[in-house]
C-alpha cells in the first residue's frame, strides 16, 4: 500500500471537494470504501462516479485531487 492509499484509507471523508487533474471542481466525496470513492457530481445532475484510489494524485484538508482529466471521469459513468 502506498502513502496515498494509506491516507485515502484512514482520511478521507464525504464532503470532501474534489479536483480533476487540471485543478477544476467537479464535484464531492459521497462515500468511502476498501479500495475507492464515489464521486457526487453536480453536472449532469447527481452522476455518480466510483474512483479508486490509484486515481489519486493528492489528497490533504477536505481536498482530493485526481491524476484523471474530467473527460476521463465521465467515461468511467458510461463504463457501467
Do not use: K, Y
Amino acid at each position: 500500500m502506498d502513502e496515498v492509499e494509506a491516507v485515502a484509507r484512514t482520511e478521507l471523508q464525504a464532503g470532501w471537494a474534489v479536483h480533476d487533474a487540471d485543478g477544476t471542481p467537479i464535484g464531492e466525496i459521497g462515500e468511502v470504501g476498501d479500495t475507492s470513492f464515489t464521486v457526487v457530481m453536480p453536472e449532469p445532475a447527481g452522476l455518480t462516479v466510483s474512483v479508486s484510489f490509484d486515481d489519486i494524485e493528492s489528497a490533504d484538508q477536505g481536498r482530493v485531487d485526481l491524476s484523471m482529466t474530467g473527460e476521463e471521469i465521465h467515461a468511467l459513468h458510461a463504463e457501467t
